[in-house]
């Protein structure tokens, strides 16, 4: 009777593996195939540059100059690329068109590029890390004010990036925190030892910044960052990020070789790809996830009490990463050390907060009444229902209330929220933002792009044209860094 119970278990046990396995090759060939339908790839999907640096390299490559001969080889290829595959049928916005006001190349500068800025008298150091699909110049504002400040910055060039989209269908996670710890390693180099040494990471860089700051804990060759900055940091990801390998796996094939991308799209931001390979969301799914696994075990054995205070600042709606990571994954875990986190609330003038998803006041109550007291809470949020101006409501840590604080800044008439990718532009940027033209401008400017029509007549998503590319309130976060370079409440 046993064994009979036994045989019939692993029979359902068999068929119900079986019939997952079926329904899982259907939905991936079923995709596939729909996807040949799609947009043809390009050369910039498909190029190889054989001269990015990877972990592999970190035996040879040890100093950031060395890492900036690999950078000059990587961008000598790409040029050689682009005047190889030149065609005279290319879209007047694309960035692999020498002639296009989205090619990146402006004179002698390359934002794309990694950029040192060195002040005459030097008074600390800051790393900068960029985001996934970015280039150094989401964080070039942020740049110029530490330098402004004093502080010798190092903004990296994150391996795969600034280049092609296709060299994001290769890279692992490994191969950016290896170029993180040669500009660590730099930066920390070229100041003294009581000077402050900081790391600011946005989005994706946020997670390689945190990743950093727990490994220098235990490696004596590391120096520990004072404090830490975070812009929309990715401390979580969709959890079906996990299953992209499959769709990479039949990518393989050259006929099912369309699988391998997320999104195909043409190329016209000068500074952020806009094609999306299955890989790069899977790399950040397996970062987010060693970087959750770390917190766990460093916290629950103490060590995380050495960590450095950290300071974000976040949009409360963000469709890029889990919000609520943020706050579970990361600060409810932190010491009573210094740390804040600093949220952007939606826009609550009149109609528009009857639209706002219910999620987002859910975890906006969270965040402001389910803390855990060891570190403080700022939001910044509309005066009144009728305001569109703002104010600061903050908790200090381990107190009780928010103390409020008039801002000079207001919402914009046709915003309803921040996003991620807004938080690290002002709103005068020259390629993201919303403010109106005061002059001309190299690049074509994007922010400013408002298009209505029939949906489905465009190649582009709407949420790709509608998505808020530049911050109202980026003052505010300014403020609130020379704050804490100043050492002023």
Avoid at 74 to 84: C, H, I, K, P
Avoid at 95 to 117: E, H, I, W
Avoid at 210 to 233: H, Q
């Amino acid at each position: 009777m046993i064994r009979k119970s036994v045989r019939t278990a692993l029979r359902i046990a068999g068929f119900v593996i079986a019939s997952f396995l079926l329904v899982a090759v259907t939905l991936i060939l079923a995709r596939a195939f729909h996807l040949r339908k799609g947009p043809e790839l390009d050369w910039w999907h498909t190029g190889i540059i054989t001269s990015e640096f990877r972990a592999g390299d970190k035996g040879t490559v040890t100093t950031f100059d060395q890492y900036l001969e690999k950078e000059t080889a990587v961008f000598d290829e790409l040029q050689a690329m682009v005047e190889n595959n030149m065609r005279a049928d290319y879209h007047q916005l694309n960035r692999f068109n020498r002639g296009s006001r989205s090619y990146p190349v402006k004179g002698s500068r390359n934002f794309n590029r990694s950029a040192v800025l060195q002040p005459p008298t030097v008074r600390g150091g800051v790393l900068m890390l960029h985001g996934m699909t970015d280039s150094p110049y989401s964080l070039r504002h942020l740049a110029e004010m530490f330098h402004e400040q004093g502080f010798y910055v190092l903004n990296l060039r994150i391996p795969g990036h600034g280049t092609l989209p296709a060299e994001l269908d290769r890279m692992q996670w490994q191969d950016w925190y290896e170029a993180v710890k040669i500009g660590a390693s730099h930066v920390s180099g070229q100041i003294g030892a009581g000077q402050p040494f900081y790391l600011l990471g946005y989005s994706n860089g946020g997670s390689l910044a945190l990743k950093y700051s727990m490994d220098s804990i235990d490696d004596i060759s590391a120096r520990i960052p004072d404090r830490v900055f975070l812009i929309s940091p990715m401390i979580g990801v969709d959890p079906l990020a996990r299953y992209s390998r499959l769709f990479n796996w039949i990518g393989y094939l050259e006929y099912f070789r369309r699988s391998r991308w997320l999104d195909v799209y043409p190329e016209y931001d000068p500074h952020k790809y806009n094609s999306f390979p299955m890989n790069a969301g899977l790399q950040s799914y397996k970062l987010t996830s060693t970087l959750k696994a770390q917190i766990q075990k460093m916290a629950g054995s103490g060590r995380l009490e050495q960590m450095p205070p950290v300071l974000s600042f976040q949009s409360l709606v963000d469709n890029t990463v889990v919000s609520s990571a943020n706050l579970d994954i990361l600060y409810e875990k932190l010491p009573a050390n210094g740390s804040e986190m600093v949220v952007f609330d939606a826009n609550r003038i009149g109609l528009i907060d009857e639209f706002v998803l219910p999620r987002h006041k859910i975890l906006l109550n969270r965040i402001m009444n389910g803390g855990s007291g060891r570190y403080a809470v700022s939001v910044v949020t509309n005066r009144a229902p009728d305001e569109p101006g703002v104010l600061e409501l903050r908790q200090p840590a381990g107190f009780p209330g928010f103390v409020e604080r008039p801002l000079k800044y207001a919402w914009p008439d046709d915003v309803y929220s921040l996003s991620h990718v807004a938080l690290p532009f002002p709103v005068d940027d020259a390629v993201y933002g919303i403010a109106p033209a005061t002059g001309h401008s190299a690049y074509p400017r994007i922010g400013q792009v408002h298009l209505q029509g029939e949906s489905g007549a465009l190649i582009l998503p709407p949420a790709l044209l509608q998505r808020l590319r530049s911050n109202p309130f980026y003052g505010y976060i300014e403020e609130r860094i020379k704050g804490v370079i100043n050492d002023t409440p």
